[in-house]
């Protein structure tokens, strides 16, 4: 069964990167784009960005072009957003999620990023 | 971007309401509009794809409608698992934007 299992908890000063894991399991990772959603406490869902995993090309969201970067390593079926230049207001749940084909979706558990001096 | 915009933001409703909550694009997105249902600290979970198609497993009290730029997601009967918070999502465009959400109260 597909699985998105994704890294734990951070906690990090303003200015510093975070950089969040996602491991997919139970399908062809390099078949389907990966994106990232972002929640801060009692706010909407915010896209962030989507990444091929097969040739490594990105779409970000306008907002977090210049901080956001996504990346991964197929050899072990992971994909990473890593942003930069961290502020308060970064501080949120970061989903990935597998693209929606058909009925199929799958989301990672989400990892709380805590951004805080 | 293609903004989307919900209304209402929240509502209060009762156990067996019918409630109808909607989506608006700001240029035409086809039906490439899907609506998600989220609970409190869980991932958000998809109702509806391609306007209104419903995904394998949700109960066929909820529905969608739409095309173009204007869409309605309803809950024909409430159950006490609906109250949550819903979002339309377009993917239209390879830069995906979410709606506001609206949030959905027990009255």
């Known amino acids: 069964q597909v699985q998105l299992v994704q890294s734990g908890a951070e906690v990090k000063k303003p200015g510093a990167s975070v950089k969040v894991s996602c491991k997919a399991s139970?399908?062809?990772?390099?078949?389907?784009?990966m994106h990232w959603v972002r929640q801060a406490p009692g706010q909407g869902l915010e896209w962030m960005g989507r990444i091929n995993p097969n040739s490594g090309g990105t779409n970000y969201a306008q907002k977090f072009q210049g901080r956001v970067t996504m990346t991964r390593d197929t050899s072990i079926s992971t994909a990473y957003m890593e942003l930069s230049s961290l502020r308060s207001d970064d501080t949120a749940v970061y989903f990935c999620a597998r693209e929606r084909t058909g009925d199929e979706d799958y989301w990672g558990q989400g990892t709380l990023v805590t951004v805080s001096s | 971007d293609i903004q989307m915009t919900q209304s209402p933001s929240s509502l209060s409703a009762s156990v067996g309401d019918r409630v109808t909550i909607t989506c608006r694009a700001s240029q035409s997105i086809s039906t490439h509009l899907n609506w998600y249902q989220q609970k409190a600290g869980k991932a958000p979970k998809l109702l509806i794809y391609a306007a209104s198609s419903l995904q394998s497993g949700v109960p066929s009290r909820f529905s969608g409608s739409g095309s173009g730029t204007d869409f309605t997601l309803t809950i024909s009967s409430l159950q006490p698992e609906d109250f949550a918070t819903y979002y339309c999502?377009?993917?239209?465009?390879?830069?995906?934007?979410f709606g506001q959400g609206t949030r959905l109260e027990i009255k």
């Open positions: 139970g399908y062809i990772f390099t078949g389907y784009y």
């Open positions: 999502q377009q993917s239209y465009s390879a830069q995906i934007t």
